[in-house]
């Protein structure tokens, strides 16, 4: 007999109050959500949502001075269909065929923080085509943001779900969501105590989380310097850049169980770049 397919439910949650959204993505508190260029728009409009767009536009700005900001096909071959970018996103794509193989993935409601252009759905569902994924960023730019995403999606025939928010205000409802998971980008987020715990928030009881391929500090080092000296275009553009050591990441992912299990994966570490398989479950 074939196995009955689940059928997913996208509970959408205020930014504000958490009450969920009617139908109209409206939410009993007055906010009201938008939905267009394909993409959901669910996000505050505060103080909190001008520092997203500062980061925003430094991504695009770093994008310029890097000489990538560029409208070519490139995006439709990541993370290894041409040379270069095989050797740019090695680290990430290991990172992501690890993530494939140890996770219960088949039908699940996955969420990706930080998603950028939504190159890791278009790749993770040409493996797992059962996937349901929604894919969250603060950047919608067309060019190095998940504006992107609607011609990746054409160009592969998968679809999932884009959200335009804040992972500091995640607009879904409580116990909605299967997994989350984060490739490149904890590192980049303002405050992990208050991600980590709107993670809890929004993980079904036994839902778990992957943080992949991220960066760390040596134990004894200042945080401050360690970045200044190691990331200076992304800094100079206002982007967030962060360097937790290992013990700060998992006190900040307690809620969370947060372990690093490079080991458990057969994944190496590297301190001086990227390289944490971070993993946690709530319960």
């Not at 592969?156 to 205000?169: K, N, P, S």
């Not at 590192?187 to 992957?210: A, C, M, Q, S």
């Amino acid at each position: 007999m074939k196995k009955k397919e689940r059928k997913i439910i996208l509970r959408w949650a205020c930014p504000y109050c958490q009450h969920e959204l009617d139908a109209q993505l409206h939410c009993q508190c007055g906010f009201a959500a938008d939905f267009r260029n394909s993409m959901y728009y669910i996000h505050r409009t505060d103080e909190s949502w001008d520092k997203c767009m500062i980061e925003r536009c430094g991504w695009i700005e770093a994008s310029k001075e890097r000489g990538v900001y560029v409208d070519n096909d490139d995006h439709f071959f990541l993370p290894d269909g041409r040379p270069h970018l095989r050797e740019f996103y090695k680290e990430s794509k290991t990172h992501i065929d690890k993530f494939i193989a140890v996770a219960d993935l088949n039908g699940r409601l996955c969420l990706d923080l930080g998603a950028s252009l939504g190159w890791v759905e278009t790749y993770m569902l040409r493996c797992i085509p059962t996937l349901n994924l929604i894919a969250l960023e603060v950047n919608d730019d067309p060019i190095c943001g998940l504006g992107r995403a609607e011609s990746l999606k054409r160009r592969a025939g998968v679809d999932f779900t884009c959200l335009v928010a804040d992972m500091h205000y995640i607009p879904l409802a409580n116990n909605s969501v299967d997994l989350v998971f984060s490739v490149d980008a904890l590192h980049h987020f303002r405050n992990l105590d208050v991600v980590f715990k709107e993670i809890h928030r929004v993980l079904r009881p036994r839902g778990t989380f992957y943080g992949l391929n991220e960066p760390d500090r040596p134990d004894g080092a200042d945080e401050d310097s360690y970045v200044k000296s190691h990331i200076e275009v992304e800094l100079r553009h206002g982007i967030i850049e962060r360097r937790p050591t290992i013990a700060e990441y998992l006190k900040m992912g307690e809620c969370l169980n947060l372990r690093v299990a490079n080991d458990e994966v057969n994944l190496a570490k590297n301190v001086l770049t990227a390289g944490l398989f971070l993993a946690g479950v709530k319960t």
